[in-house]
Nanobody
Framework: QVQLLESGGGLVQVGGSLRLSCAAS????????MGWYRQAPGKQRELVAG???????NYADSAKGRFTISRDNANTMVYLQMNSLKPEDTGVYYC????????????????WGQGTQVTVSS
């Protein structure tokens, strides 16, 4: 079973930058989308940024112009570059991959990282 291993979270001041990384523990047979979700205290988990296998990207309104999602050519890594951070960006960020991991059972599934805390302070 694939595991998504995250790194890059931490404490940063307003206006600073962070780069989140997510690595798949095993090769992914076929990827539909990769993305980053955020869960703030008392809030539902929401999509921050997503990228399709074709390279098209999608961002939450709050992330547009400040965040950039990217992936490697083999779809084994996904990144989130976060610039001009605000306190409202604080939350637990989860890496997500939707795809087919078993070529003999080609049913897409969602896979999640353990989450990494991002805290933006003044």
């Amino acid at each position: 079973q694939v595991q998504l291993l995250e790194s890059g979270g931490g404490l940063v001041q307003v206006g600073g930058s962070l780069r989140l990384s997510c690595a798949a523990s095993t090769a992914i047979f076929r990827v539909n989308t990769m993305g980053w979700y955020r869960q703030a205290p008392g809030k539902q988990r929401e999509l921050v940024a997503g990228i399709s296998s074709a390279g098209t990207t999608n961002y939450a309104d709050s992330a547009k112009g400040r965040f950039t999602i990217s992936r490697d050519n083999a779809n084994t890594m996904v990144y989130l570059q976060m610039n001009s951070l605000k306190p409202e960006d604080t939350g637990v960020y989860y890496c997500n991959v939707n795809g087919v991991m078993d070529r003999w059972w080609p049913v897409p599934k969602d896979y999640w990282g353990q989450g990494t805390q991002v805290t933006v302070s003044s």
